[in-house]
């Protein structure tokens, strides 16, 4: 079973930063792409920024230069900086890992539970 657990959000005035965590656990044999996605009520969930194994790193337009995502192999995690927060930041972010499983014979996609980033103005 793949569990993946966000961490990090939480309530912040506008210009302040966050920093989000999600550790994937599980029986992990290799990881492809990590990212993170955001929800508010009545639109599509949307990407914010994701990183693959290697190569390009994506971001919205909305975010760039003030988001940041890296990720620790060792430690199967991902993270997002956030910084220069802006009210229209406010949604449910959700981790989203492509993964194969020791045994398993494809590659999978999960998603954690959502973390809730509320920004003040």
């Known amino acids: 079973q793949v569990q993946l657990v966000e961490s990090g959000g939480g309530l912040v005035q506008a210009g302040g930063s966050l920093r989000l965590s999600c550790v994937a656990s599980?029986?992990?044999?290799?990881?492809?792409?990590m990212g993170w996605y955001r929800q508010v009520p009545g639109k599509q969930r949307e990407l914010v920024a994701r990183?693959?194994?290697?190569?390009?790193?994506n971001y919205a337009d909305s975010v760039k230069g003030r988001f940041t995502i890296s990720r620790d192999n060792a430690k199967n995690t991902v993270y997002l900086q956030m910084n220069s927060l802006k009210p229209e930041d406010t949604g449910v972010y959700y981790c989203?890992?492509?993964?194969?499983?020791?045994?398993?014979?494809?590659?999978?996609?999960?998603w954690g539970q959502g973390t809730q980033v509320t920004v003040s103005s």
């Open positions: 990183i693959p194994s290697s190569g390009t790193i």
């Open positions: 989203n890992v492509d993964l194969v499983q020791f045994f398993g014979n494809s590659w999978s996609n999960y």
């Open positions: 599980g029986r992990i044999f290799a990881i492809n792409a």
